[in-house]
């Protein structure tokens, strides 16, 4: 088991990490605006409790032990809504969280504690970055916004294809 500061790090770490919440994040911010992109931080936040919850409910254990589960997981989640397919938040969540719980607490309201404080990281990290990219969009001439749109939409569907092809 590792300590509490360690996982305070790595939760951190895993936050500022840019991947597909990141680019969801900004793409909808400079498109709908700071409300729509307030909504999709939530559904974000929405989706790291749902990790939590799984990986305290021993779904780490089945997916490191089968190698089908983890083709079911990788596969059916490469088209499924952006922080439950998020390949960063699974491997956090079945590879690391685990490493933090102790064996002489109980799982879930640990599990749901350290969960809590990723969403509460994610929550701070990506209002800030709504807000940034709200003020950016009054600059940015329209045919720029498109451009950004194209972008982020191809760097979506790229690492949701990378994600399916990727083996163990």
């Known amino acids: 088991m590792r300590?509490?500061?360690?996982?305070?790090?790595?939760a951190l770490l895993v936050t500022l990490t840019p991947g597909p919440g990141t680019a969801t994040i900004i793409r909808v911010?400079?498109?709908?605006?700071?409300?729509a992109a307030l909504r999709a931080v939530a559904g974000n936040s929405a989706?790291?409790?749902?990790?939590g919850t799984l990986?305290?409910?021993?779904?780490s254990s089945l997916i490191l032990a089968s190698e089908?589960?983890?083709?079911v997981l990788r596969i059916g989640g490469a088209g499924l809504i952006t922080s439950v397919s998020n390949p960063k938040l699974a491997v956090f969540f079945v590879a690391l969280f685990p490493q933090f719980l102790s064996p002489h607490a109980a799982v879930l309201p640990a599990a749901l504690a350290m969960a809590a404080v990723v969403v509460s990281f994610?929550?701070?990290w990506f209002s800030a970055l709504t807000y940034a990219v709200g003020r950016a969009k009054a600059l940015l001439?329209?045919?720029?916004?498109?451009?950004m749109e194209r972008f982020t939409g191809a760097v979506l569907v790229g690492l949701g294809v990378r994600l399916a092809a990727e083996s163990r």
């Open 3 to 10: 300590s509490m500061p360690e996982f305070l790090i790595v």
């Open 29 to 35: 911010a400079a498109r709908d605006g700071r409300a």
């Open 47 to 51: 989706g790291v409790l749902l990790w």
């Open 55 to 59: 990986s305290a409910a021993g779904v």
């Open 68 to 71: 089908v589960a983890y083709d």
């Open 122 to 124: 994610d929550l701070l």
């Open 141 to 147: 001439k329209p045919r720029v916004q498109r451009i």
